[in-house]
């Protein structure tokens, strides 16, 4: 009789654990295109992303890049100080979008040029994202007086 218990028990464990793998690996599944890594403009000229990886980038935008009249295409360099990348977005701009503001972009890189999908500008004189600070600290380029 106890044998029969304990074959269940271990059965039933058994069915649990591949059950709570089976949920694993379902959420897992349905998050992979949810989830965009950060790089700066450094670590993407170092190991540049598979044309189909969408990410996000960011840093300062570099002074006398912005190029309009192309259409409705932006196009500009962003720089953490260490390197640049040169960006091309389609879109509206945000309003506080400007020269050598901080910025973060979302999009993939194709030949050479990020093609942003979205563009992020930060809202106010003291904000900056903390993964666009710490890419600038690395590169010695951020000279703000207070950590966001």
């Known amino acids: 009789m106890k044998t029969l218990k304990k074959k269940r028990r271990v059965q039933i464990v058994a069915i649990a654990a591949v059950a709570l793998v089976a949920a694993t690996a379902l959420i897992g599944y349905g998050m992979r295109d949810g ?6 403009p450094s670590q993407v000229v170092a190991e540049p992303p598979a044309p189909t990886e969408v990410f996000r ?4 935008v570099e002074e006398g890049s912005i190029r309009r009249g192309e259409g409705e295409t932006v196009r500009f360099v962003v720089t953490d100080g260490g390197a640049s990348v040169p960006v091309a ?14 910025m973060v972009g979302m999009g993939s890189l194709q030949d050479g040029v990020f093609v942003a ?4 500008a930060k809202h106010d004189e003291e904000y900056m994202p903390k993964e666009v600070v710490d890419a600038l600290k690395e590169q010695g380029v951020y000279q703000h007086g207070g950590d966001s």
């Open 117 to 120: 999908t979205e563009i992020l």
């Open 89 to 102: 977005f389609t879109g509206i701009l945000p309003d506080l979008f400007a020269e050598n503001q901080g």
């Open 35 to 40: 989830i965009n890594f950060f790089r700066s």
């Open 57 to 60: 980038i960011g840093g300062l």
